[in-house]
């Protein structure tokens, strides 16, 4: 069932209400394994709202959600060792340091104590957080968050990677790292779906990606056949159909 | 200028004082207003010994002081007109501080302060018409003097108390202060009774030598037309004001450069230090027991609430003791672990959305529940236990053992899983100002009745016939029945907090992260 025909992520007729508003509206969606995928959208699109059900933060009214076959919501112990897990603005015990999570995080899942302190300090060196070692996680910086964060996603060594706005508020050279590390993590044969608003970024990383709005998927498939001639922001601003003008009023501005 | 920051100052009063804060302001200005007219009834009142009027007077305006220095350090400088506001503004720093200190003086707590300082001008009026102009003028001062060192304090303080270390410092001294003062409280008597009887000329001395005791220092004067004392308190009053009006533009600008996160990020020593994994062992239970010890050691809400238990519990049974009766301290312990349960009844909302990360990893409800239930049992019960044991023996109220000894090891082996079963079922997240909601304070006062009514009643069912009675076997008996219903009861809540973890974790997550601010 692992093999590699098999998507790595699957999410079938997904959906969420929140009161009346619907959030995820019956996706359905096929990141295939060993792709870049990227999940783009405006806010309030449905993106975190569809990672969060696919790796058991939040439970869907309907569909489901499979990863590498294994149901999230049936299989939950087989779905969740497959896959690593950075979500956008949630907390961390932020009393402990980076290192002190790894470690915490390393032994829950089960490894062994020597195996997590190697690849603890191998990610906090990579990352460039090995200076900030007796620092408590409070005291990161927004963009030093994320890069624990990323950390503690890769920590088990997982299949898949979710990843929600991995590069928001993250400087240009640690998002540099964070690029070769995903893209080395893609070489290997791992799979990686992340959200985001930079589309340059999307373009320059992903082989495949979907557009969602409203809730729904409006365009998925690989970069050429979502983007077409144009480019990606171009292709974008066109199938939610927002509009650009910014050009009315203002008119004292710089006169 | 001035205009526009008092209208600015009134704007965002007006927002603060709507909706449901509006009765809470309400309460607190009746509070303060019964303080203002207790201060001026002080002054009022006849003493028989000469100058106690002064040392009251005196002891209260220092109070009033305290309280105009420590209220913006309290709630941190951005009630009213925070300073970051003007940082990009093209002013100059003086002409901007200035501006500042006029609009300080539109407060609407100047009226209260007034009310309470008049007790100066009731003071001298007991002395004649001169003594009560003194009163007046020291008033003045006295109010001046509140309103700019309020200012030079939170422009001394207000980077510090930004940062989240300096918000961490200011959270635990102002729970430490409420609870040393709500325990002091029956000392009052004693301080007044050696104020006003002349016995104590340390305690007048230092109430008369600071600053705010100087206004009535001078209308004491006054009364006995000591006129050089009085114009040498009054004339060092004024000259306090100036030196702290002058310094102001430059502490001002100070303030302004300067980062509000106070940039001294500096690494602990206490996260090194503190390595309680080097002894326990290398499992996932042994991973999450670290990581609450380690809260427990480092989190401000947790450190608070286990310092708050413990004070509390020592001074009831210390209390008691300087009225020469030590019945209530063998229950001390007891106490602190009740006390201690109630306040971490709320683990998963207290801890936030970190519980994302107990969610995506497999099978980790379990242990997470199991490491929260050992982390709080290893806290408070060697602490607990200690207590009652000590505070038993030197009591000498031999009758009290199989009452401590039946209730105390049941709360401490009872509770750690009630708790995580009443954490996993009931969550209340912060509230948006990110302080306790008030759900979380009221369930918090429930178990303190609660908790122990479930955790004790087999003991109490023994304990009390076997009192009334005069029955020594039942009383002792109280003792195995009492652990032997703590086991059963923490086996089977943890089990039951594991199950509900496990069934409803996303549900549990959601409420908190809807609450986060």
């Given amino acids: ?255 | 200028m001035v205009g526009v920051l008092i209208e600015m100052r009134a704007a965002t009063m007006r927002r603060q004082t709507t909706g449901k804060y509006a009765l809470g302001v309400l309460l607190l200005a009746l509070f303060v207003m019964l303080l203002a007219a207790g201060t001026l009834a002080a002054g009022l009142r006849h003493y028989h010994y000469a100058g106690a009027g002064a040392n009251v007077v005196a002891t209260l305006c220092f109070g009033w002081l305290v309280g105009w220095v420590s209220g913006p350090l309290v709630t941190g400088d951005n009630a009213g007109l925070r300073m970051d506001y003007f940082k990009l503004l093209p002013v100059p720093a003086r002409k901007l501080g200035y501006a500042m200190l006029g609009a300080a003086f539109a407060d609407v707590s100047l009226a209260f302060s007034l009310v309470a300082f008049a007790s100066l001008i009731a003071l001298g009026a007991q002395s004649g018409v001169a003594a009560a102009l003194v009163g007046a003028v020291a008033m003045l001062l006295d109010l001046i003097l509140a309103v700019v060192t309020a200012q030079v304090a939170i422009a001394v303080f207000g980077p510090v108390i930004s940062s989240r270390r300096g918000r961490d410092l200011t959270a635990m001294l102002l729970a430490l202060v409420i609870t040393l003062l709500s325990l002091a409280s029956s000392l009052v008597p004693f301080v007044a009774a050696r104020l006003t009887d002349g016995h104590s000329p340390v305690l007048s001395g230092v109430v008369r030598i600071l600053p705010s005791g100087w206004g009535a220092v001078a209308v004491d004067a006054a009364s006995r037309s000591d006129w050089g004392l009085t114009a040498a308190c009054l004339a060092g009053l004024a000259a306090l004001i100036l030196i702290l009006v002058l310094s102001w533009p430059r502490l001002l600008a100070r303030r302004l450069t300067m980062s509000p996160g106070g940039a001294r990020r500096r690494t602990s020593a206490r996260h090194r230090a503190l390595t309680p994994a080097a002894i326990l062992p290398a499992t996932p239970l042994g991973a999450v027991t670290g990581r609450e010890l380690r809260l427990y050691a480092r989190s401000v809400l947790r450190s608070m609430m286990l310092m708050i238990s413990f004070l509390v519990a020592v001074a009831v049974g210390l209390i008691g003791v300087f009225s020469g009766k030590t019945v209530g301290l063998p229950f001390s312990g007891l106490l602190f672990t009740l006390i201690a349960a109630a306040c971490f009844t709320n683990c998963y909302g207290d801890d936030g959305t970190a519980l994302w990360l107990t969610l995506v990893v497999p099978g980790a409800a379990r242990v997470d529940v199991r490491g929260r239930v050992l982390a709080w049992f290893l806290v408070v019960g060697p602490a607990g236990l200690l207590l009652t044991v000590v505070l038993t023996a030197i009591s000498g109220q031999t009758w009290a053992w199989p009452w401590v000894l039946a209730a105390e090891p049941a709360m401490v082996i009872g509770c750690p899983g009630l708790l995580a079963a009443i954490g996993a079922w009931s969550v209340n997240g912060p509230a948006p100002d990110g302080g306790p909601s008030p759900a979380r304070v009221l369930k918090t006062h429930a178990a303190l009745i609660v908790v122990p009514a479930v955790v004790l009643f087999p003991a109490a069912a023994l304990l009390i016939p076997g009192a009334i009675g005069h029955s020594l076997l039942l009383r002792w008996l109280a003792v195995p029945v009492a652990i032997a219903w703590a086991v059963f009861l923490g086996r089977r809540s943890t089990r039951a907090a594991v199950r509900r973890l496990e069934a409803r974790g996303p549900e549990i997550f959601s409420a908190v992260r809807a609450a986060a601010p």
């Fill in chain 1, 1 to 255: 069932m692992d093999g590699d025909d098999t998507a790595a992520l699957e999410f079938d007729g997904l959906f969420k209400r929140f009161g009346d508003h619907v959030a995820v509206d019956h996706i359905d969606l096929i990141v295939p394994a060993g792709s870049f995928f990227g999940l783009v959208g405006p806010n309030g699109a449905g993106k975190t709202s569809s990672l969060s059900m696919a790796v058991g933060l939040l439970r869907p009214d309907g569909g489901t959600v499979r990863i590498f076959g294994h149901d999230v919501w049936a299989d939950p112990v087989t779905a969740k060792s497959l896959i690593g897990v950075l979500p956008d603005g949630l907390a961390l015990p932020d009393r402990l340091t980076g290192r002190e999570i790894l470690r915490f995080l390393g032994l829950l899942r089960g490894l062994p104590r020597d195996v997590v302190e190697q690849r603890a300090g191998e990610l906090l060196t990579v990352l460039e957080l090995d200076g900030a070692q007796t620092t408590p996680v409070a005291d990161y910086s927004t963009g030093m968050k994320k890069k624990i964060t990323l950390a503690t996603a890769l920590l088990h060594s997982p299949r898949l990677l979710l990843l929600d706005e991995p590069f928001e508020a993250v400087d240009p050279v640690s998002a540099a790292t964070i690029r070769t590390i995903l893209q080395r993590f893609v070489a290997a044969g791992g799979s990686v779906i992340f959200s985001s608003h930079v589309m340059a970024l999307v373009e320059r990383l992903c082989d495949h990606l979907a557009v969602l709005a409203a809730g729904k998927v409006v365009a998925s498939g690989s970069l050429d056949e979502v983007r077409g001639a144009q480019s990606l922001e171009d292709a974008f601003v066109g199938i939610v159909g927002a509009r650009t003008d910014g050009a009315e009023g203002l008119s004292w501005l710089a006169s």
